[in-house]
């Protein structure tokens, strides 16, 4: 969930100077979605062969903002900490589930460009959301931690329905 995980990246200089970090404990945040999504994959891979792309898209949604709202009203380190590590953990799942998902449906002659697609969505979240986040802290001008929230959980949601169009219609097929 590239889109979901640098959205803060913007904010990062603030929620240092709010939580006195030094940059070693700051890299942590940066560091917790990805030791998540280390930790999350195999499971979400079981769950993948268990449930539709669309369940798990949705409970990694869900998953990431929850780990979102955790960190936005986070009243000490560890919390925000455990909130990026939330967020991670829905990652996996929806990253797991779009793969498998496209992996399922796409034709086989076509299943490469339905993955590039995936794929292109993915980066294109990362390209954009360090932007997008400078952006919104920009406009919301708020406390760092109750304006990292909506982001978090905007950035969720777009991800979602970018990843729902490309990985399966309601036939099951995929679209390409």
Same mark, same amino acid.
Do not use: W
């Given at each position: 969930?590239?889109?979901?995980?640098?959205?803060?990246?913007?904010?990062?200089?603030?929620?240092?100077?709010?939580?006195?970090?030094?940059?070693?404990?700051? =890299?942590?945040?940066?560091?917790?979605?990805?030791?998540?999504?280390?930790?999350?994959?195999?499971?979400? =891979?079981?769950?993948?062969?268990?449930?539709?792309?669309?369940?798990?898209?949705?409970? =990694?949604?869900?998953?990431?903002?929850?780990?979102?709202?955790?960190?936005?009203?986070?009243?000490?380190?560890?919390?925000?900490?455990?909130?990026?590590?939330?967020?991670?953990?829905?990652?996996?799942?929806?990253?797991?589930?779009?793969?498998?998902?496209?992996?399922?449906?796409?034709?086989?002659?076509?299943?490469?460009?339905?993955?590039?697609?995936?794929?292109?969505?993915?980066?294109?979240?990362?390209?954009?959301?360090?932007?997008?986040?400078?952006?919104?802290?920009?406009?919301?001008?708020?406390?760092?931690?109750?304006?990292?929230?909506?982001?978090?959980?905007?950035?969720?949601?777009?991800?979602?329905?970018?990843?729902?169009?490309?990985?399966?219609?309601?036939?099951?097929?995929?679209?390409?």
């Amino acid at each position: 969930m590239s889109f979901g995980m640098s959205v803060s990246a913007p904010i990062l200089a603030e929620i240092r100077d709010e939580f006195d970090l030094s940059f070693a404990m700051l =890299g942590l945040i940066v560091t917790m979605p990805p030791l998540a999504r280390i930790i999350f994959t195999l499971p979400a =891979g079981n769950l993948a062969d268990q449930y539709s792309s669309r369940v798990l898209l949705s409970a =990694g949604v869900a998953t990431a903002a929850v780990g979102g709202v955790v960190s936005a009203l986070a009243p000490a380190f560890v919390a925000v900490l455990a909130g990026t590590l939330i967020v991670g953990a829905g990652s996996a799942v929806i990253f797991t589930g779009g793969m498998a998902g496209v992996a399922r449906r796409a034709d086989p002659h076509r299943r490469g460009r339905a993955m590039v697609r995936l794929m292109a969505g993915f980066h294109l979240g990362a390209l954009l959301s360090p932007a997008l986040g400078g952006l919104i802290a920009s406009v919301a001008h708020a406390d760092t931690r109750t304006s990292n929230s909506p982001k978090v959980v905007f950035a969720s949601g777009f991800q979602y329905l970018l990843m729902a169009r490309f990985v399966e219609n309601r036939k099951g097929r995929c679209v390409q």
